[in-house]
């Protein structure tokens, strides 16, 4: 970005509206510049203008503390605002700014404050941001966030990066430029905003340390683990084939018992499908036997569907003929209807051909009569023609004769008028002669009254520069006599801190800093060198109680693994035993069950003595003398297998149990021996870091000086010994932050007093540059006193003369020379009004004379057209009565003829003509129609 112009209006010192063109000449081509003044003349306010345009803020306030500062409407507010840099007394200000964006478009964004209706102690009102283009003045982004993300997009720098890189803040390059070597790199960091790689290269270096600690590691655990030779290999792979065949003979005894056990599921299933079958059986014979009934009455109805579609055939026929006959009734009601009609009609055409020939006999007898009739009609329409025409043009004589009198009549009124104004206008004029003066030379009466009013406004600023003068000339003595005063006081301050500076530098040469530094380097080195091998120390313990514990647990794994191991065996022995033993009962149990199975107890119950057994033929039956004997037999051996079927059931879940315990502890016996490599693996990492840190670790508390000695080896004392070299480290680098503490407060003391006497000293060449400017401006303003005193004596000559000239004018309007020291404004307005009221009634008195003499031919010319009106009206009433009674000799011959209107309005009604009144070719037209076919 390329920053264009600056602008802005009271921020902070500067008041007036200010403006700096760096595209223009000489700044354009100067490549280099400084903005040089004395302290508080603005300097900096120009570059937080800057800032606050584009983002808002400024460097001033943007500080990490939280606190507030009063404002003048009464409210205090937060030293974060950047409204706070508007100038005391001021009730608004802005700053603008004009620059080229990354994408090579020139913008001007601009921030504004106000406080409420202007007033210096109103309440600061929100500030207003706008962003626009310069080409083409379009608005890009108005709205504080809108037009910071706008500006950060187009610049590409955000404040933090702006404030960093463009523009530095006042006194952070010189607090770098002063501080101390061990310091700078840290005050580098806060200004250029770095601290963030400083944070990431330790990340970096702890996470490699603890990385390259955990390779290691791992490294010693792959060491730790050793090959077997071939004789130990040779009995793990025997081992490995016995347990295989092992597991192949358990596998397919295990499938054998699942297959004895599916045969059992099936022979339950079948017999269960088997019940269930005959119990659906029964319920379907009972269903069927009920529905007996139903079954005929579906039979009966499967022999009468085949009549169905006849029956519906049938209905439909029925139905047409119904509608038919409804359809027949009505037709021959309309037949006989229509019959009638016919009747009627011949009745009405014989009285109508009748009532035609009698009107054709009518037309015969009248036809010359009306031909004549007709004659006379169109005659009397003529002659009432001529007569309206005659009537209107006697109307339209009778008005221009009006119109011609009304004008008459308005023209001597106006000259009546217009007589009597002009002597009314004439004797104003004549008894206001004396304005005559005014009227002529109202010109050169404003001319003097202008230049009275320039010479008095001069000769009070002449005035008013003398006192002023005056003034100056007082108010710089005074401040050259406090100047000189302050001068002295500033000049034996500045001698008092060239002792402080003195006594202070005297005192930090007796301390040994950069000795002291080094050492305290010396022992902050061996101390963290000597935490890293505590903390090692602490993993070996750590590592060594982990193992003892993980040692302990195996040899507890172990033992579990053995007791169930002999679980199992005793758990398997039972249960071939019980299975034996119900494999042996199995049969004569089931043998027993079909004994006494239902079948068999029918078949029992039809044996007889001496008869052949209907199954074996035999006639003995040794059964029936003790028939409950075969049930004793047969629930024992239920009994037994029952019992056999929950000790096998018993040993089962014991087995399983046994078989999960065996499983868990060996689980916690491999992890037991993971957890044992690991620890081992960690104990002697942990020595071998030690052993690798013991050189290096004993180098530097040998030259940190540092009383003891450092154990060679980790043992149960390390630990202590450590610790005890550790706090004499810490105790070490106590002792010596105390002087190294002085030494910096008496560099920051001499820093403070070297500024401030850099401060008093360019402030006493300030004083006395100030004390050289107003001794000539004090000369000056006495010499000025001086001339406009003259200058103010000569004006007051001059309004003297102008009064006399301007008197005879104020007179002609009544007026006196002290109304104008009252009211100059108002005597102007009346000297001008007075000669316009005069001149305009001169002028009137003009314009009634010339309307006399336009009115005199105006009213002559009116008299000879009223008097030709007049001939006209009477011509038109001699033509009027003329038309007037030829009309009425031709309407009295037509009703000659007709004997009156009544008589020919009783023969149209008598034969049926109609329009009784109109005239009789519409009549016989009427006719001649009726007539034709």
Known sequence: MRILAIRGKNLASLAAPFEIDLAAGP???????????????????????????????????????????????????????????????????YAEVDFVGQDGERYRVRWEANRARGRADGRLQNEQRALYRLDDGSAVATGKTQVREAVEARTDLTFDQF??????????????????????????????????????????????????????????????????????????????SQLASTVAQKSAERDQHNGRLDHFKRVAAARSDLARAEAQAVAARTTREAAADEYRSLAEFDLVEPLRPLAVDLQNA??????????????????????????????????????????????KNFGPLWSEAERLDTELAAARTEFNDAMEKSQQAEATLRDKADALATIDQALGQTSELH??????????????????????????????????????????????????????????????????????RRDGLNRDIGDRRDGLAGIDEAALHERDIDLQRALETLREASTVCEQLIRASADLTRRESEHTLATQEVSTAESQIVEAEADQLRDRTARAEIVPIAELADEAVSSEAIH???????????????????????????????????????DELDTLLTATGQRLDAATRALSAGEARQAETIRGIDVARGQVLAAKGAYGEQWPLLNDLCTKAQIAGSVPPGLDDQAASKLAA?????????????????????????????????????????????????RRPDFHAAQLKATEYTVQAAGLAERLISIRREITPFLAAAGLAVDDLDVDPTGVSVTLSIVATEYAG???????????????????????????????????????????????????????????????RDEICQRYSVPGGRRSLRRGRRWIGDRQRP
């Open 27 to 93: 700044l354009a081509g100067s490549g280099l510049f400084a903005i040089t003044g004395e302290t508080g003349a603005g300097k900096s306010t120009i570059l937080d203008a800057l800032c606050l345009a584009l983002y808002g803020e400024y460097p001033r306030v943007s500080v990490n503390r939280r606190e507030n500062t009063p404002d003048p409407s009464g409210e205090a507010i937060s030293i974060h605002d950047g409204r706070a840099i508007l100038r005391r007394g001021a009730g608004g200000g």
């Open 163 to 240: 404030r960093r890189t463009v523009l530095l803040a006042q006194g952070e390059f010189d607090a770098f430029l002063l501080a101390a070597e061990s310091e700078r790199a840290e005050l580098l960091e806060k200004i250029t905003g770095t601290e963030i790689y400083a944070a990431i290269s330790v990340r970096v270096h702890d996470g490699t340390e603890a990385r390259r600690r955990i390779v290691e590691q791992l490294e010693q655990r792959r060491n730790d683990v050793g090959l077997l030779d071939d004789e130990a290999r040779q009995a793990v792979l025997d081992e490995q």
């Open 318 to 363: 029925r139905r047409t003929a119904a509608e038919a006959k409804s359809r027949l009734d009505g037709l021959l009601v309309a037949r006989e209807k229509a019959r009638t009609l016919d009747a009627a009609s011949a009745t009405q055409l014989t009285d109508a051909a009748t009532a035609n020939v009698a009107a054709e006999d009518v037309l």
């Open 423 to 492: 002597r009314t206008t004439a004797a104003q004029l004549k008894n206001q002669s004396d304005r005559i003066l005014l009227a002529d030379r109202l010109s050169d009466a404003m001319d003097l009254l202008a230049k009275r009013g320039a010479l008095k406004q001069d000769h009070a600023t002449a005035t008013s520069e003398a006192v002023g003068a005056e003034e100056t000339a007082t108010r710089l003595q005074g401040e050259i006599a406090a100047l000189s005063e302050k001068l002295t006081e500033d000049r034996g």
């Open 603 to 641: 078949l029992r119950s039809l044996l007889a003595p001496n008869l052949a057994c209907p199954v074996c033929g035999s006639p003995d039956h040794p059964h029936l003398a003790h028939p409950s004997a075969l049930n004793e037999i047969a629930t024992r051996l239920r009994r037994r297998r």
């Open 725 to 773: 070299l550790i706090a004499v480290a810490i105790a070490e680098r106590l002792a010596i932050a105390s002087p190294l503490a002085d030494a910096r407060r008496l560099r920051t003391e001499i820093d403070s007093l070297q500024r401030e006497h850099d401060a008093l000293g360019e402030a006493i060449e300030t004083i006395t540059r100030s004390i050289d400017q």
């Open 841 to 903: 009634l001169r002028a009137r008195v003009g314009q009634l004379e010339m309307t006399l003499q336009h009115l005199a031919p105006e009213r002559a010319a009116a008299g000879a057209s009223l008097e030709h009106a007049q001939a006209q009206v009477t011509a038109a009433a001699l033509l009027l009565d003329q038309r007037r009674m030829a009309e009425e000799e031709k309407a009295r011959a037509r009703a000659e003829l007709l004997e009156g209107p009544r008589a």
